[in-house]
């Protein structure tokens, strides 16, 4: 694991219980039955009763639980120790059987030496990540023939923008760098003035173009690449109800398969 992610971690296991009591993850909720799945990734994902899920990037396991809940068969990974201790104890609290693994994605294949019908990541993961290849790479060695991959996550564009008197403005090429933005906050999207003492992150923009070509050169058929309002409000994106509001994507997804 490189300097970049070490520190990164060390914000995500210092983050992670204060996400756990927070009301944005609601995890009471959970316990008592609410699914953290939305409309888009149940859609595209489809039907996953009897299959074999891997969840990348899990986090504190409330999707991963809920695929459970949905009939599959899942793996949650992360590389985070603090965020899996808490998926664990919900994991336990809610009679839910699932496996978490300690690792970052490129390790993770090898770690866990199997394949799975759904490769699953969601929300807020590419940004953490500095080598799509690598991303791409481990994405595949975890599918098995026929299996399916997908993605869903903040469209980068709501990375490169930032909310201005009402408007919005240019914070940061869209085409991203090779070195990492650092960011150095007492929070995140769910928090605010927690008190970090880890609270720098660094964080990449990687264009849609970047991240479904990384994809095809790794072997995935891409099946389709959708772009969508965000369904929830987004620190650096934020869309309207109004149907005569002008929209920009703050979400994206892809689906493909070997």
């Known amino acids: ?5 070490l520190v990164n971690r060390q914000f995500w296991d210092e983050i992670a219980p204060h996400h756990a009591a927070s009301d944005f993850y609601a995890v009471r909720k959970f316990i008592g039955g609410r699914d953290t799945l939305g409309e888009i990734e149940l859609a595209e994902v489809g039907d996953v009763a009897g299959k074999q899920l891997v969840h990348l990037q899990c986090h504190i396991g409330l999707d991963t639980l809920s695929w459970v809940r949905r009939g599959a068969d899942v793996t949650g990974v992360d590389f985070s120790a603090e965020s899996l201790r808490i998926a664990r104890e919900l994991a336990a609290q809610t009679g839910l059987p699932a496996r978490f693994v300690e690792s970052d994605v490129v390790a993770a294949p090898e770690l866990l030496d199997r394949t799975y019908d759904v490769v699953f990541t969601s929300r807020g993961v590419l940004m953490w990540l500095g080598d799509l290849h690598a991303w791409a790479t481990a994405c595949v060695r975890f599918m098995r023939p026929g299996g399916v991959f997908y993605l869903l996550d903040i469209h980068p564009l709501a990375m490169a923008v930032v909310e201005v008197d009402g408007g919005l403005s240019l914070r940061s090429s869209y085409f991203g760098n090779v070195e990492p933005a650092i960011t150095n906050d007492d929070g995140s999207y769910a928090v605010r003035d927690v008190g970090l003492t880890n609270s720098e992150t660094y964080e990449w923009i990687h264009p849609v173009g970047d991240v479904v070509s990384a994809l095809v050169r790794a072997g995935i058929t891409v099946e389709f690449l959708h772009e969508f309002p965000a369904d929830e409000p987004h ?24």
């Open 235 to 258: 620190p650096s994106i934020h869309n309207r109800d109004r149907t005569d509001n002008p929209q920009l994507p703050g979400l994206f997804s892809v689906r493909g398969h070997l």
């Open 1 to 5: 694991m490189d300097q970049h992610a």
